[in-house]
């Protein structure tokens, strides 16, 4: 009986374990966003104009995107969310494969063991410093700041997910009242 009580008090020091998805997931929720935005884009406004802002949004940041969205005649909300969502379609696939690396060599694991004491401390509010380096050096390399800091995953794309749509808006309003200040002219 007394066996029992000790693993049950050992199972409670332990701090509980982290969920680890594949990269066939992020590879499966990749291809989900990209079919949602050509989706939403070919309904507003047909091929063209949607592939044109989803390859510019993909390679290159989600201002450029939102700026050609503008340009290819989309309306500001729209061109913000296509171009944004265009843009975060690659961040699953990042974030699960990042992860997998990490959890696969044992070098690195040791290497980011004092980055797991960091996120452990602040974790809850610092991964939210992600939403302002987003669009400033892009989601790509936040999300490898995130992942290599042992951030939770959920929290390092709504972080993420977050800037990126914020400096998308930006853009797009701020594009398009350009736009409407050269039509009164």
Not at 65 to 88: E, K, R, W, Y
Not at 146 to 170: C, D, K, N, Q, Y
Request: glycine content about 10%; aromatic content about 10%.
């Amino acid at each position: 009986m007394e066996n029992s009580s000790d693993t049950q008090q050992h199972m409670k020091r332990e701090k509980p374990r982290r969920r680890f998805y594949g990269v066939g997931w992020g590879i499966t929720t990749t291809v989900l966003l990209l079919f949602i935005v050509l989706c939403i884009g070919f309904a507003m406004h047909g091929i063209g104009s949607t592939l044109y802002v989803v390859l510019v949004s993909i390679p290159l940041e989600v201002v450029l995107g939102a700026t050609a969205s503008v340009t290819a005649g989309f309306d500001p909300i729209s061109g913000a969310l296509i171009a944004s969502i265009a843009h975060l379609a690659l961040a699953p696939t990042l974030i699960t494969g990042f992860d997998t690396i990490v959890r696969k060599w044992s070098w690195l694991r040791s290497k980011l063991e004092k980055a797991e004491k960091l996120s452990d401390k602040y974790g809850k509010y610092g991964v939210w410093i992600l939403a302002i380096l987003a669009p400033i050096v892009g989601v790509f390399v936040s999300i490898a700041v995130g992942v290599a800091l042992r951030f939770r995953p959920i929290l390092v794309m709504s972080s993420v997910s977050l800037g990126t749509l914020v400096a998308a808006f930006l853009a797009t309003m701020g594009g398009a009242g350009i736009v409407k200040l050269f039509e009164i002219w």
